[in-house]
C-alpha cells in the first residue's frame, strides 16, 4: 500500500499489502467452492441441523465491506446477515465480486498505523483492528471448511484448499 | 518478543507476540474440540469418506512443531503425519500441550526480520515465513471446523467459534 514505509519497516511480520492479498486468496478460494455446489444444494443441503453454505455465505457478506468499511472510515456498521435477498447462486457470485472490488478501494484507505487501534465492530465486538480483519477471515476458513464436508458428503471433490 | 523493536514499528500490521498468542488462540479452541470427542468417535466417526478427526489432528501436530523449528533454526524438516502411534484421545491431548511448549519455545527464538524470508516448509512448500505460520494456523482452522460439522452430526454442541 504504502511502499515508503512498508521499505522501512523491514521487521513487520507482515505489510498491509500482505494481509490484503492474504484475504482476497481466501476469498478467491470461497468463490470456487460457492460455484462448486449444485444451485439447489447451495440454498438448501446440510449436515447436522447446520445452515446451508448459502446462509452462511450471506454472514460473510455482511461482515466483509461492512466491516472492512468501519475500519477505513471509523463510521458506525450494523451487521446485517440478512441484507442480502438474492436468490441464485449467480446473484451471490455478483454480490461477492462486488464486494473484492469495495475491499480493495476501502483498504487503501487504511494507514498502516490503524492495525493496532482498539476497535468495536459492528458495535459489539471489541478487538484491535489486526484482530477484528483475522476474524473475518478466519470465519469465512471456518465456515468454508463446513462447505468441504457438505460437498463431501454430496460426493463432489471441493477445490483443493492450498490453491488460491 | 522484543518491545524495543516492536515500539519502533508503530505501523507494523501486528507483532510476533500478538501472532503468536492469535495461533496459541486457535490451538486453545482445538483443544477444546478434540475434548469435544468421545474416545471412539475422536478416532473412527467422519462425514463424506472423509478421515476422522483424529487423523486431522495428526496432521496438525506433525506440522506445528517441526514447522515452526524449521523457522527458528533453519533446519530441514520431514512431514510425517503418522509420526504419532498414540491410541487415546489422553494421549493425544498430552502431545497437544507438549507442542504448546515446544512452539513458544521456538518462537522466541524468531527475530523480527526473519517473517518476510523465503523458505521451503517440510522441503515442499515454497512461501515467505509468515505466508507458511498463516498456512499452518489456516490448516488448523480448516480441518477443526470440519470437526465442527462431525460433531454436529453426533449431536454434539461444539465449543463456540469465537472463545479462545
Chains 1, 2 share one sequence.
Do not use: C
Request: aromatic content about 12%; proline content about 4%; overall charge negative.
Amino acid at each position: 500500500m504504502n511502499t515508503a514505509s512498508t521499505n522501512i519497516q523491514t521487521s513487520s511480520v507482515l505489510t498491509s499489502a500482505d494481509l490484503l492479498a492474504h484475504w482476497q486468496g481466501h476469498r478467491a478460494l470461497t468463490r470456487r467452492v460457492i460455484e462448486a455446489f449444485p444451485e439447489k444444494e447451495f440454498f438448501e443441503y446440510s449436515v447436522g441441523g447446520m445452515r446451508p453454505f448459502a446462509g452462511m455465505v450471506q454472514e460473510l457478506l455482511a461482515i466483509a465491506v461492512p466491516g472492512i468499511r468501519q475500519v477505513a472510515k471509523g463510521s458506525t456498521e450494523e451487521l446485517d446477515e440478512h441484507l442480502d435477498q438474492s436468490k441464485t447462486k449467480a446473484d451471490i457470485l455478483r454480490l461477492w465480486d462486488e464486494a473484492t472490488e469495495d475491499i480493495n478501494k476501502y483498504w487503501a484507505q487504511i494507514p498502516d498505523e490503524r492495525f493496532s487501534d482498539s476497535i468495536v465492530t459492528f458495535g459489539l465486538y471489541e478487538g484491535t483492528v489486526w484482530s477484528s480483519i483475522f476474524y473475518f477471515i478466519d470465519n469465512e476458513i471456518h465456515h468454508r471448511a463446513q462447505a468441504y464436508v457438505f460437498l463431501r458428503s454430496l460426493g463432489i471433490e471441493p477445490p483443493y484448499f492450498w490453491e488460491r
